[in-house]
């Protein structure tokens, strides 16, 4: 089996509503990742990274995502998801092409943004992958979602 070669693609989701009034509560990455999993593009989004909400301004209502996918070298996913809409809780959010560093840091170890690996604060590092507490090199092996289950009828393999 050949595996192609992959880099990263910046994405941005924009016109995200940033309140949601009937919830009482803002957008949260987790939120995002919930919507893009319901989404007709889900399986061209590999996120390499958690979504980075940012609110547009202090009086706006609105914010945009930034999302880091994983994509071969010839942008093929970037290029099947860009200028394609996403229902986000009533709203209608549009994927758009993104500038690599949109100036706020990335934790590599609790993959929070707004802070550098160095001054994070978290307790224990975070697999990218399912936010566990392990590693992503351990994350098919303590990972319930990849695990797999060799007691179910039939028994499921472990992912990976």
């Given at each position: 089996?050949?595996?192609?070669?992959?880099?990263?693609?910046?994405?941005?989701?924009?016109?995200?509503?940033?309140?949601?009034?009937?919830?009482?509560?803002?957008?949260?990455?987790?939120k995002v990742m919930d919507y893009i999993r319901r989404s007709p593009v889900a399986s061209s989004v590999i996120l390499m990274a958690p979504p980075c909400v940012v609110h547009n301004s202090?009086?706006?209502?609105?914010?945009?995502?930034?999302?880091?996918?994983?994509?071969?070298?010839?942008?093929?996913?970037?290029?099947?998801?860009?200028?394609?809409?996403?229902?986000?809780?009533?709203?209608?959010?549009?994927?758009?092409?993104?500038?690599?560093?949109?100036?706020?840091?990335?934790?590599?170890?609790?993959?929070?943004?707004?802070?550098?690996?160095s001054a994070c604060r978290g307790l224990q590092a975070k697999c990218p992958l399912c936010m566990g507490p392990h590693s992503r090199e351990h994350h098919h092996t303590l990972a319930g979602c990849c695990k797999g289950n060799t007691k179910a009828t039939p028994p499921t393999p472990p992912h990976g």
């Open positions: 089996m050949a595996i192609l070669p992959t880099s990263t693609s910046y994405l941005k989701l924009v016109d995200i509503p940033y309140l949601f009034p009937h919830m009482g509560q803002t957008i949260t990455p987790e202090a009086a706006s209502d609105m914010a945009t995502v930034y999302l880091n996918i994983a994509n071969t070298v010839s942008r093929v996913r970037a290029k099947e998801v860009i200028n394609r809409p996403i229902q986000m809780g009533g709203a209608v959010a549009y994927i758009c092409a993104a500038k690599a560093n949109p100036g706020v840091a990335l934790c590599q170890r609790c993959w929070k943004w707004g802070h550098p690996s």
